[in-house]
């Protein structure tokens, strides 16, 4: 009797520990269905058919505001250590503090106080230095598509020429200096296409990167660029694809 009630309890252990693991694997799917969900009809995406935040809003830099981005990222850095550089893109909400850390998990969702968050803040690649500023280089920051306007989704209407044609510069400061890049390229892609390249072996390597980058833009902006520039990559998800992203190539101009 008791061999019996002791395979009794064992088969109900089974049976318990099958189905968590059954309901565990169900919320994992559906959390990762939400993280990573494709919109029903292709053409219905976020920047195209569906515009993100106010497109009528005025264009105005740094300068014409009367701010001085270069103060105030010295100023968030003296807090925050890890606080590198102002992001701004005249015309949205685009207009924030830019971290780094050794990894690129640090931010990815945790906020500046290492507080967990979905959305993290906005990153600068663990392998960038701003430094490199001024030479051949590809300086990548890393924002979350929250499908709202917030962090890098408005980043998503440079899908139409219209939106373009207003906001072709994009501000970033140091506490080193305040520079403009000229937006030259923009694109759906998934992680197959690596534009993430920071370490070129000669000035052809380089060359044939930025090609290859200029080549993927949605539309011909008509800026050129060569193997002397400084090159700017904004990169954020795009759900209409399966591992989606966007991503905004811009390059050096002041």
């Known amino acids: 009797m008791a061999r019996d009630n002791k395979k009794?309890?064992?088969?109900?252990?089974?049976?318990?520990?099958?189905?968590?693991?059954?309901?565990?694997a169900f919320i994992i799917n559906n959390i990762i269905?939400?993280?990573?969900?494709?919109?029903?009809?292709?053409?219905?995406?976020?920047?195209?058919d569906i515009p993100v935040g106010n497109l009528d809003a005025e264009v105005k830099d740094s300068i014409a505001l009367g701010r001085d981005l270069q103060s105030e990222?010295?100023?968030?850095?003296?807090?925050?250590?890890?606080?590198?550089?102002?992001?701004?893109?005249?015309?949205?909400t685009i207009d924030t503090?830019?971290?780094?850390?050794?990894?690129?998990?640090?931010?990815?969702?945790?906020?500046?106080?290492?507080e967990k968050t979905k959305w993290g803040e906005p990153y600068l690649d663990?392998?960038?230095?701003?430094?490199?500023?001024?030479?051949?280089?590809?300086?990548?920051?890393?924002?979350?598509?929250?499908?709202?306007?917030?962090?890098?989704?408005?980043?998503?209407?440079?899908?139409?020429?219209?939106?373009?044609?207003?906001h072709q510069i994009i501000e970033l400061a140091t506490p080193e200096g305040c520079y403009k890049f000229k937006v030259f390229?923009?694109?759906?892609?998934?992680?197959?296409?690596?534009?993430?390249d920071t370490n070129f072996a000669n000035t052809n390597e380089y060359t044939t990167f930025l090609n290859s980058i200029k080549q993927k833009s949605r539309y011909d902006m008509g800026v050129s660029v060569d193997s002397s520039d400084t090159i700017l990559t904004l990169s954020t998800c795009d759900y209409s694809i399966k591992d989606g992203r966007f991503v905004v190539h811009a390059k050096l101009v002041q």
């Open 73 to 92: 990222i010295s100023a968030v850095n003296a807090t925050y250590q890890d606080a590198k550089a102002w992001l701004k893109v005249p015309g949205t």
């Open 126 to 166: 663990y392998r960038c230095s701003l430094a490199s500023i001024g030479r051949p280089s590809n300086i990548i920051i890393y924002g979350h598509n929250t499908e709202t306007d917030t962090h890098f989704t408005p980043l998503l209407n440079y899908k139409k020429q219209e939106f373009y044609n207003e």
């Open 97 to 114: 503090p830019i971290f780094q850390s050794t990894d690129n998990d640090r931010y990815y969702r945790n906020d500046r106080d290492n």
């Open 33 to 48: 269905n939400e993280q990573q969900h494709e919109l029903d009809e292709p053409g219905q995406e976020l920047g195209y």
């Open 8 to 24: 009794i309890i064992i088969v109900i252990v089974l049976i318990v520990v099958i189905a968590i693991i059954g309901l565990v």
């Open 185 to 196: 390229s923009a694109y759906v892609t998934d992680t197959s296409f690596f534009y993430l």
